[in-house]
């Protein structure tokens, strides 16, 4: 298991390593979005004292960082993806490169001036003039995926008075993103050849979540290997740590390969 803070509630959580339970919540997953996001740290993740977090109230930086963290525990610290450069007679590939804990200090809450915490669990209050908000949470999110007018939702969710006037609204936003942070961000790149610069853009949620599905997807060949060869149900195989279920499935190939 590891530990570490998170970073807009403060609460220590503890990991741990997925096992066949969430490698098929990933499989089997739809779509890797933000009630996949959910799930998976519903599953792996707990407060220090071991109990089970209420994910969907907690801000939306809590929630990726978590999954920053999971990715970091299963696959890595470092983060390596490429792109092809777009100058005009180019096309080499750029490599672009990160550190997940470099990324997450860069992207460290800081409290502005004139806000203070409100008495509600979560909410904060801006003196003048009087505004409490709270970060957009997991559950807001969920809640405004499908809706057209997702961004007036959304205030009125997290802002009162909802009416707040727009110059206000955009103080409030300002504040949110300080206290916040979005760890959607962009990534930049330089061509090896071409000296030219690209820019992409980086959803900490869905990359992890890709990454982590990408992984999952030998659950199936693995069960059935081992099933085959040991005769275990597949309960029983569900239940190995990742770890050791992989090893059991090389050992098997190893002795085929050789027989």
Same mark, same amino acid.
């Given at each position: 298991?590891?530990?570490?803070?998170?970073?807009?509630?403060?609460?220590?959580?503890?990991?741990?390593?997925?096992?066949?339970?969430?490698?098929?919540?990933?499989?089997?997953?739809?779509?890797?979005?933000?009630?996949?996001?959910?799930?998976?740290?519903?599953?792996?993740?707990?407060?220090?004292?071991?109990?089970?977090?209420?994910?969907?109230?907690?801000?939306?930086?809590?929630?990726?960082?978590?999954?920053?963290?999971?990715?970091?525990? #299963?696959?890595?610290?470092? $983060?390596?993806?490429?792109?092809?450069?777009?100058?005009?007679?180019?096309?080499?590939?750029?490599?672009?490169?990160?550190?997940?804990?470099?990324?997450?200090?860069?992207?460290?809450?800081?409290?502005?001036?004139?806000?203070?915490?409100?008495?509600?669990?979560?909410?904060?209050?801006?003196?003048?003039?009087? #505004?409490?908000?709270?970060?957009?949470?997991?559950?807001?999110?969920?809640?405004?995926?499908?809706?057209?007018?997702?961004?007036?939702?959304?205030?009125?969710?997290?802002?009162?008075?909802?009416?707040?006037?727009?110059?206000?609204?955009?103080? #409030?936003?300002?504040?949110?993103?300080?206290?916040?942070?979005?760890?959607?961000?962009?990534?930049?790149?330089?061509?090896? $050849?071409?000296?030219?610069? $690209?820019?992409?853009?980086?959803?900490?949620?869905?990359? #992890?979540?890709?990454?982590?599905?990408?992984?999952?997807?030998?659950?199936?060949?693995?069960?059935?290997?081992?099933?085959?060869?040991?005769?275990?149900?597949?309960?029983?195989?569900?239940?190995?740590?990742?770890?050791?279920?992989?090893?059991?499935?090389?050992?098997?190939?190893?002795?085929?390969?050789?027989?």
């Amino acid at each position: 298991m590891i530990g570490f803070r998170l970073p807009v509630s403060e609460l220590r959580v503890t990991l741990r390593q997925p096992g066949g339970a969430e490698d098929m919540l990933l499989a089997e997953a739809s779509d890797c979005d933000v009630g996949l996001a959910l799930a998976l740290a519903s599953a792996l993740a707990r407060s220090a004292q071991g109990e089970a977090i209420a994910w969907e109230a907690l801000p939306l930086t809590d929630l990726d960082a978590t999954l920053l963290r999971i990715r970091q525990m #299963v696959i890595g610290d470092l $983060v390596r993806t490429d792109i092809q450069c777009p100058a005009e007679g180019c096309g080499e590939r750029i490599d672009i490169a990160f550190r997940v804990t470099d990324y997450l200090a860069h992207h460290q809450p800081r409290k502005p001036r004139g806000i203070e915490r409100d008495h509600e669990p979560g909410w904060f209050r801006m003196t003048n003039p009087d #505004v409490s908000f709270r970060p957009p949470s997991g559950a807001d999110q969920l809640a405004i995926a499908d809706e057209p007018e997702g961004v007036r939702l959304l205030a009125e969710r997290c802002i009162r008075p909802a009416d707040a006037p727009a110059r206000v609204r955009r103080r #409030v936003e300002a504040a949110m993103e300080a206290l916040a942070p979005s760890l959607y961000g962009e990534l930049d790149g330089t061509c090896p $050849v071409c000296a030219a610069t $690209v820019r992409i853009p980086f959803d900490p949620q869905r990359y #992890v979540l890709l990454e982590l599905r990408a992984q999952a997807t030998s659950l199936y060949e693995e069960v059935h290997l081992l099933a085959g060869h040991y005769k275990w149900s597949e309960q029983d195989i569900l239940a190995l740590p990742r770890l050791r279920r992989t090893r059991y499935a090389e050992l098997i190939h190893a002795e085929r390969s050789a027989g």
